[in-house]
């Protein structure tokens, strides 16, 4: 089964903590990204990532770090920087720019 | 950078009826805009795309059409289901980003009613 995977589903943090989202591939895919959802707002870019070991930082990086040091897995953390971290991640994959982007199931973090 | 407003927010039809979803975006290097369909909790699935070298294209009862002049684009649904209910997504390819990125429309929430 090929596909993108996202875990956990749900995670609560409590504030200054930092937390590490997991997104995995099994495409064959060298572009993937993160992209943060809040409720009635569009998908917005956190960072995205066009091949092994290369990283960029989207609109609204701050706060947030990543890794690519696997061409299937392209993890998050959000880190006590980031000041309003409750939200739904996505994370996506593609095969590479100007081309259909796979999306994960999402992670929804909560900061208690 | 590139911008897209899409239209409108919330859309409420009728089964059987059509739905029309409207997007322009600003940066007219932009060449690949994408619909996608989100369900409650699940992550967004691609519905239909479009390059800028086309102006329409059909799949079943869905369809999307191109004006490079005005910058625009719509999501045609014919023959709406309550299974068609959910948000949708415009998005066009980000230029500044090397084209890789996709900058998305802030959704539209459809509701087919039966």
Redesign the interface.
């Known amino acids: 089964d090929g596909g993108i995977t996202q875990s956990p589903k749900y995670l609560f943090r409590k504030e200054g903590q930092n937390v590490t989202l997991s997104c995995e591939q099994n495409l064959n895919h060298d572009?993937m990204?993160w992209?943060r959802q809040d409720p009635?707002?569009?998908?917005?870019?956190i960072y995205?990532s066009?091949i092994v070991n290369d990283f960029?930082k989207?609109?609204i990086a701050e706060g947030y770090s990543v890794s690519r040091e696997k061409k299937e897995s392209f993890p998050l953390t959000v880190t006590s920087a980031q000041k309003n971290p409750t939200a739904f991640y996505?994370c996506?994959s593609s095969i590479?720019?100007?081309?259909?982007?796979?999306?994960?199931?999402?992670t929804?973090l909560t900061v208690l | 950078g590139e911008n897209v407003e899409q239209h409108p927010s919330t859309l409420s039809v009728q089964e059987g009826d059509s739905a029309v979803i409207k997007c322009t975006y600003s940066d007219s290097a932009s060449n690949y805009f994408p619909w996608y369909k989100q369900e409650l909790g699940k992550g967004p699935q691609l519905i239909i795309d479009i390059r800028s070298n086309v102006g329409e294209k059909k799949d079943q009862r869905i369809a999307v059409t191109l004006n490079k002049t005005a910058k625009h684009f719509s999501l045609h649904i014919t023959e709406t289901q309550p299974e068609d209910s959910a948000v949708y997504f415009c998005a066009a390819s980000d230029p500044n980003q090397a084209g890789t990125a996709l900058i998305f429309g802030k959704g539209t929430t459809l509701s087919v009613s039966s």
Do not use: K, M, V
């Not at chain 1, 009635?40 to 870019?45: E, K, S």
């Open positions: 572009a990204y992209y009635g707002q569009g998908l917005r870019l995205y066009q960029q989207g609109d996505l996506a590479g720019g100007g081309h259909e982007q796979f999306f994960g199931p999402g929804r």
